[in-house]
């Protein structure tokens, strides 16, 4: 084990009781209880609520309790190992906790703790917290690689066939002079931040005027922006107290100026006249970050202000971000020189033996000495370039600017002190929110998006295809480094068992599947789950083979023991299994051995069957076999009506779906235990340069990020196993294993009042801006946060900008009107609008062609002729439409079509990916335009504009001057939302429990609640058949605000400076006839109004959406503006 894990696991260890102390006498003293004969006592779920990071729903929390309260509450939460935050893995922690009399404080009665101990419980509690303080330790900094000596290091090769690893050499230089490790310069973290409008004008003002460019003055539009904000009753904003604290949100439409109320804010807040304040700006992605930190050093410099300002991002990435930028405008020079400027550096070792320098994979905290075990740093981190940016951060910098994805999963991987503390490693969340006197979120609700998408994750185990999966490259690295002689001895087996044993299960258990080899019928119905849990059904089998009442009865701890026993590797003892038993085990062992015989699964399954005859038939007061009793009518009661096995009558329906409901109990717990074992593994392998060893981890969740709320919504990881697929065809069948957890919604909207004070030590202030972020229904979008202000998305009011940095080059009247239009297209066969959306997939690409072809011929041509020669020259001047599909192919298919309708070539442009295009058959004389440049779109000289949705929804701006450089968007293909993958059951039943659900005195109670709503809607959902028109109405309803929130997001592409455009819904799934019942668009509208009207959220979304949401309420027939 390398040092690393080796810590780790021990320093948990010891974090263990001190964290359960701490908890109880928390508990103790915030939520007193007393026994049934009046002694004072402690609830051990009041402790758990505690250690579970959710404080949110605490009404108390923070301003209810004392100082020394809420500091012991932020450390037990940053401190608390893991598997407390679960009600299982505090079960198993708490009851060996006080059977080892760990807390002599507390006697056990019944379901309370009874307290016998004397001591005060802000003594004990003090006392706690202090052993806790002395067992953690923060990770440990790797020595210093020293001068004159060789060290290697792994360098990752991507070749044209193969992938392939080297070990590089380095000689140490000697540093000039010793680099300490980089202080972090905490701030000061006011309570409260007072953004006062009419000063921040002031500061536009003088930026404008020094700068001297009339084309574009930001104190126009900020002017503009500020008249129209209004707070939550409707009242205009004059100044805004932004308090530190839970997430305050300010929701404002796409063009109206929220991106240079952003921009201009974070200057004047560091400015003497803003009280020089830290300011940490957080941006979607890398582009937008660069883009905004160039903005505000003009605006700096126009003021002649010596303020530093950085940009943070991935440090693998600096190079591969500085080509891509230079490659993807090869006709900007100057915006090239910046970038590398700004992102370009060496490595100052020079590597004497191995492959040439890698960007992205310097050996800066990973360098090797032979014979010598652990990793080393580099002694020049303190000078080199690439760290530049980092080194501000941790001090003089006043404003940092850095993308969603950086700040919620990144690290500074090298060594910094905090208030007097070494840490070999810190989070960049943590570095960012240390520094940050206010952090301003730009499209918080697609940083939310992102927090889901990291809630879920899949690992592909097995494929009927020929595609390379994960694991099977993992093993090829293992067998590189084998070859290099970079594999300890007496490591090689045991990776190679890890990975081959996982590879060999899940091949077999999908073959098993899929030949109908484990298939059994679902004990709750017809439905079969979707997301296998290895051991949901272990107290049913277990009360079937003991035979116990399966609905009334529950196995006790000694019959679960033995029910376990069947699975375990190590052979139990004879003659603690019951009669029967030990054929049963037999055959449930071999089915996951590596044997011949265990391949016979259909012999191991009547093996199972005949075993569970021999088990559970009736028996006579001697205990001889009862031959009087039929075995088919010894089903269990909730299998009464299901019909028997037809190839053999003497089994019955329940035996035969108890083996098989044990065949993939078997299956499935060798298969978890295989991929523990694994992942046990994988630190070493890492560290011998199998860098895939990272990417499995992430996929398996078990990174070291620390996370105030670490659960899911349930209150527990959901660890499952999928077979996916079309079941009809054999060879498009993958097998997954499936992890949800996180509390997303948790995580974004407490981000300052939990996560924050439990890194730092005191709250943040947290400011949101989206023109989505409050949509509810919405469980990826909405964020479950007070709306502190909001722009109404009126059309023909406010001002616009040009770009998402507020970069353009000129203002405009606000954001235009929209208008939602069915353009469906019909086939020229059946003259029947084509679906695209639910269509079969092998027909695809021939019905999108169909689309394009009669889109053109239809509908497109003529009206871009229109649009060239209409009287009004704006209007001519925005003659150019934009198309949007579902991926890429998708986007190609339409392209096709368009031509074939007559469409010339030179009139279209595609949208391709900023980095890898291979694989894009695009046709000749179509433009291709990286996604990074589509703002470019209006300079080309064409008029069409096919893109995959992602890439324009958010955050691209095509414009003319200052005005929407589009007439009309085209969405082509109605947008997915996949049910059925795992960071989608993390929102959906994240979102599901909050609904109606408010902060209670009684946290512990509010939690649990929680908890049972959203198991309830994952059992619903896991047992739904993902096929949108199938879903039930609430999950449908939900899908589709998501979808809304996209919808509105991109429309606001072709609003800016007020024009006017209209979103055509082109897809014949968008609309009755297309769409099953229930499932077309007008419907889902009608259903989402419904839900707002029901949860007396109408108004306030009326409010906000003004005349945009009214578009798509008068689309649904909703005419009534106050219906």
Not at 565 to 570: A, G, H, P
Not at 814 to 829: E, I, K, M, P, Y
Not at 896 to 907: K, S, V
Not at 1068 to 1084: E, I, K, M, T, V
Request: glycine fraction near 8%; aromatic fraction near 6%.
């Amino acid at each position: 084990m390398s040092n690393r894990s080796r810590f780790h696991r021990t320093a948990n260890r010891f974090l263990v009781g001190p964290s359960l102390r701490l908890a109880l006498g928390l508990a103790e003293q915030l939520f007193p209880t007393e026994t049934w004969e009046g002694a004072p006592a402690v609830d051990p779920r009041d402790a758990r609520f505690l250690l579970s990071g959710q404080l949110g729903v605490w009404s108390l929390w923070r301003d209810g309790l004392t100082a020394t309260q809420r500091h012991a509450i932020d450390r037990l939460i940053h401190l608390r190992p893991r598997r407390l935050a679960t009600e299982g893995g505090l079960r198993v922690s708490l009851d060996e906790h006080l059977r080892n009399n760990r807390s002599p404080r507390y006697l056990e009665a019944g379901d309370f703790l009874q307290v016998i101990d004397g001591v005060p419980v802000g003594d004990l509690i003090t006392a706690a917290l202090q052993e806790l303080e002395d067992a953690s330790s923060p990770l440990r900094v790797p020595p210093e690689a020293l001068a004159d000596r060789r060290y290697s290091s792994s360098v990752f090769l991507a070749g044209p066939s193969r992938d392939e690893f080297r070990r590089n050499t380095y000689l140490i230089p000697r540093a000039p002079m010793p680099y300490p490790p980089v202080p972090v310069l905490d701030a000061t973290a006011p309570a409260e931040v007072v953004a006062d409008l009419a000063d921040m004008h002031a500061t536009a003002e003088l930026i404008d005027k020094k700068r001297g460019d009339d084309a574009f003055r930001l104190a126009e539009v900020l002017d503009g922006f500020s008249r129209k904000l209004r707070t939550p009753l409707g009242q205009p904003v004059e100044r805004l107290k932004l308090a530190a604290g839970p997430l305050q949100l300010m929701i404002a439409p796409t063009g109206s100026g929220k991106s240079v109320w952003m921009r201009v804010a974070a200057t004047h807040l560091a400015s003497y006249r803003g009280g020089r304040r830290t300011v940490v700006l957080l941006t979607p992605d890398v582009e937008s970050t660069l883009d905004l930190v160039a903005a505000i050093r003009s605006d700096l410099a126009a003021l002649n202000l010596d303020i530093p300002v950085v940009a943070l991002m991935s440090h693998r990435r600096l190079i591969e971000v500085a080509v891509q930028r230079t490659n993807d405008a090869p006709e900007d020079p100057a915006g090239a020189r910046w970038t590398w400027q700004e992102l370009g550096y060496s490595c100052l070792l020079s590597d004497e033996e191995g492959a040439a320098w890698q960007p992205g994979q310097e050996p800066c905290t990973d360098l090797h000495e032979p014979g010598v075990e652990g990793r080393h740093r580099c002694p020049l981190i303190g000078a080199c370039e690439k760290w530049a940016p980092w080194r501000q951060a941790a001090g003089p910098a006043k404003i940092i600017v850095t993308n969603h994805a950086y700040f919620q999963q990144g690290s500074v991987p090298f060594p910094v002190i905090t208030n007097g503390t070494l840490h070999g490693r810190m989070s960049a969340q943590e570095l960012l929110l240390r520094r940050a006197d206010i952090v301003l979120v730009d499209e918080v609700d697609a940083f939310q998006g992102h927090a889901v998408a990291q809630s879920g994750r899949t690992l592909v185990l097995a494929r009927r295809d020929t595609s390379k999966l994960l694991l099977e490259k993992l093993d090829d690295q293992r067998k590189e480094q084998v070859e290099s002689d970079n594999v300890p001895g007496e490591l090689e087996l045991a990776f190679q068992r890890a990975i081959h044993r996982v590879e060999f299960l899940s091949e077999r258990y999908l073959a098993a599947v899929v030949n109908g080899f484990i298939d059994p019928q679902d004990p709750l119905g017809p439905k079969q789950a979707r997301l296998h849990l290895p051991r949901r059904w272990d107290n049913l089998l277990a009360c079937r083979l003991f035979g116990l009442n399966e609905l009334e009865d529950r196995p006790s701890d000694d019959q679960h023991d033995r029910f376990k026993s069947l699975f375990t590797q190590n052979e139990p003892d004879p003659d603690a299994l019951p009669a029967g038993w030990a054929d049963l085990r037999k055959e449930l062992r071999l089915v996951v051995a590596d044997e011949p015989e265990s391949d016979l699964i259909h012999k191991r399954s009547q093996g199972i069957i005949s075993a569970i005859q021999t088990i559970t038939a009736p028996t006579t007061d001697e205990g001889e076999p009862d031959t009087d009793v039929d075995l088919n009518e010894t089903d269990g009661p909730s299998q009464a009506g299901k019909d028997d096995d037809p190839a053999d009558p003497t089994v019955s329906a329940w035996q035969l779906q108890t083996a098989h409901l044990l065949l993939r109990r078997a299956f499935l717990g060798e298969l978890q235990q295989g991929l523990a074992e694994l992942e046990a593994l994988l630190p070493l392998m890492r560290d011998s340069g199998m860098r895939l060893a990272d990417d499995v981890e992430a996929a398996l969740d078990r990174a070291p990020s620390w996370q105030a709320t670490p659960e899911g919504p349930i209150g527990r990881t959901v660890f499952g196993f999928a077979v996916t697929g079309d079941p009809e065809s054999r060879s498009d069948r993958q097998f997954t294993a499936e992890i949800l957890s996180g509390d997303p919604h948790a995580y974004t909207a407490d981000l300052g009042i939990t996560t924050a004070p439990a890194l730092t030590g005191a709250p943040r202030i947290i400011v949101g801006l989206s023109a989505t972020a409050y949509l509810p229904g919405s469980p990826t979008n909405h964020v479950h946060a007070d709306v502190a202000c909001y722009y109404p998305d009126n059309a023909g009011t406010g001002t616009g900008t040009g770009t998402g940095t507020g970069t353009g080059t000129g203002t405009g009247t606000g954001t235009g009107r929209l208008t939602v239009s069915n353009a469906s297209v019909n086939d020229h066969t059946t003259n029947r609008g084509i679906v695209i959306s639910g269509a079969a997939r092998n027909r695809k690409a021939q019905l999108l062609e169909g689309i394009g072809s009669g889109l053109w011929d239809q509908i497109l041509e003529q009206r871009l002729r229109d649009l060239h020669d209409h009287r009004d020259a704006e209007r001519r001047a925005r003659a150019r439409v934009l198309l949007v599909t579902n991926s890429y192919n998708q986007m190609l298919a339409l392209c096709r079509g368009l031509i074939a309708g007559g469409a010339h070539r030179t009139r279209i442009a595609v949208a391709v990916p900023a980095g890898d295009r291979r694989g894009l058959q695009i046709p000749d004389d179509v433009l291709a335009i990286p996604a990074s440049r589509l703002r470019t779109f209006p300079g080309t000289g064409r008029d069409v504009l096919i893109s995959p949705f992602a890439r324009v929804a958010r955050g691209l701006n095509i414009v003319v001057g200052h005005r929407s450089a589009l007439d009309s968007i085209w969405v082509c293909v109605r947008p997915i939302k996949l049910i059925d993958e795992p960071s989608a059951l993390v929102a959906h039943t994240g979102a599901h429990a909050r609904r109606n659900r408010h902060p209670s005195e009684d946290p512990r109670k509010e939690l649990d609640e929680r908890h049972r709503i959203a198991a309830k809607h994952l059992e619903l959902i896991n047992r739904s058949n993902p096929a949108f028109g199938r879903l039930p109405p609430d999950v449908r309803t939900a899908i589709f605000a998501d979808v809304l929130a996209d919808l509105i997001q991109l429309a606001g592409r072709a609003r800016r400076g007020g024009t006017n455009t209209t979103l055509h819904l082109v897809d014949n799934a968008f609309h009755r006839g297309g769409a099953a019942p229930g499932s077309d668009f007008a419907s889902l509208i009608r259903n989402l109004h419904q839900r707002w009207r029901d949860d007396n959220q109408l108004e306030q979304v009326r409010s906000i959406y003004g005349t945009t949401i009214d578009a798509f309420f008068m689309f649904a027939g909703i005419n009534d503006r106050n219906p």
